[in-house]
């Protein structure tokens, strides 16, 4: 109280012009910015804004935290999840690499011939049939464009359908979903062929997939490439529903995946490319190497020499025993000039000999000289050996 009392008239003092300031603060007003703002409004934000600003960087500093370490705890738990995922994706695409490679192998070892889609045109849509029977575009590409009926046509999405008719510079083009078109389809997985056709009502069906088999909704459905105009592979649509129908077959509704109600650029196909399928390189052992190894051996036909003797020479046509090959036919020995006596230095070890006196058997074989001509130059007649006296008569 001594203190209020001793400086009361200063404390007066400065409410009064606290006072003051504040009313002045209040009724003057800022007009530098687009809109006037009074002085105490200025002053209330410079006081305020560096206590909010504390409480931001704390609450974000705090969320940083949170965020950074509480609801991180459970990462490392996460890419031990991604890691054993990324091992399986590795594997399985190891697989499907090598079953690719096989299957490349197996179509060039059975002569498969690929279709591809290898120049288009693109189209712009122009008009349409305006029927409700008759579904069909019209396109501004025509025979002076180059274009040509039962030509494919096709978006980035999917099929369309095929030129109708060629005018001069239009083209009209038969949609899927038409009820007198027609397209060769295949099921991905099942692997189901059947015939895609329009209704009245402008669906799209797939025809002539028997009763007994499974359809699950959801399978996408291809072209089989069996109509000879569009490529095997395109896509057509999804399968919506299945159910039996009447007779035999099933009643397979199906999304087409090109949106034919909004049709405006196409691609026309003018040119498919037919190619061999041909193996793969890079592989270890190629299919047909793999089907030559297991077929059984055929063991080679031995080579036939030619007997220069003769056919009835025993010569010719030997097998060794060793080898199991014909062997070497030896080359004639030359004619003795004197079969009958062969003198001791020119006759063959395994030539036979002929004893004194005694007459030569009659199947002998006489070898005769190269180029001799028996009817030209006849033999020349053999003399008689002299008989030799015996022993006992010398000694007498």
């Known amino acids: 109280m001594d203190v209020l009392g001793r400086y009361r008239n200063l404390i007066v003092l400065v409410g009064v012009l606290f006072a003051q300031i504040l009313g002045l603060a209040v009724q003057v007003k800022r007009t530098n910015d687009n809109e006037p703002t009074r002085l105490i409004r200025l002053w209330a934000v410079g006081t305020v804004t560096p206590l909010e600003k504390v409480l931001v960087w704390t609450k974000t500093t705090t969320g940083g935290w949170w965020h950074n370490y509480f609801y991180l705890r459970g990462v490392r738990a996460e890419n031990r999840g991604l890691k054993a995922q990324i091992e399986r994706m590795s594997l399985e695409q190891v697989r499907m690499s090598q079953d690719a490679d096989q299957a490349r192998r197996l179509q060039a070892l059975l002569a498969f011939k690929e279709q591809f889609i290898s120049q288009t045109m693109a189209a712009q849509v122009i008009g349409s049939s305006g029927s409700e029977l008759s579904r069909s575009i019209y396109i501004d590409k025509g025979e002076q464009d180059g274009i040509k009926p039962d030509m494919a046509v096709i978006t980035a999405d999917g099929v369309v359908g095929k030129v109708l008719r060629v005018h001069g510079s239009t083209s009209l083009v038969l949609l899927i979903d038409d009820q007198t078109s027609g397209v060769g389809a295949i099921l991905d997985k099942t692997r189901l062929q059947g015939i895609l056709r329009g209704t009245p009502s402008g669906e799209v069906m797939l025809e002539k997939v028997m009763s007994d088999e499974t359809v699950p909704p959801g399978e996408l459905v291809l072209t089989s490439g069996g109509d000879g105009i569009f490529p095997k592979g395109l896509l057509v649509g999804r399968v919506t529903e299945a159910k039996p129908g009447r007779e ?95 003198s001791p230095n020119t006759a063959s070890p395994s030539a036979p000999q002929v004893a004194a006196g005694s007459s030569a058997p009659a199947n002998a074989s006489v070898p005769k000289p190269n180029g001799a001509d028996p009817a030209k130059n006849p033999p020349k007649p053999v003399k008689p050996a002299k008989p030799q006296p015996d022993a006992e008569e010398g000694q007498h």
């Open 248 to 342: 035999l077959f099933l009643n397979i509704r199906v999304h087409p995946a090109a949106d034919l109600s909004r049709l405006e650029e196409v691609l026309v196909v003018t040119k498919i490319d037919v190619r061999q399928a041909e193996p793969d390189q890079t592989g270890t052992a190629r299919a047909v190497d793999i089907l030559a190894a297991r077929l059984p051996g055929v063991p080679s036909k031995p080579e036939e020499t030619v007997n220069p003797a003769g056919p009835g020479s025993s010569t010719g046509g030997n097998v060794s025993p060793a080898t199991g090959g014909p062997q070497t036919a030896k080359p004639p020995k030359p004619p003795n000039p004197n079969p009958i006596n062969p």
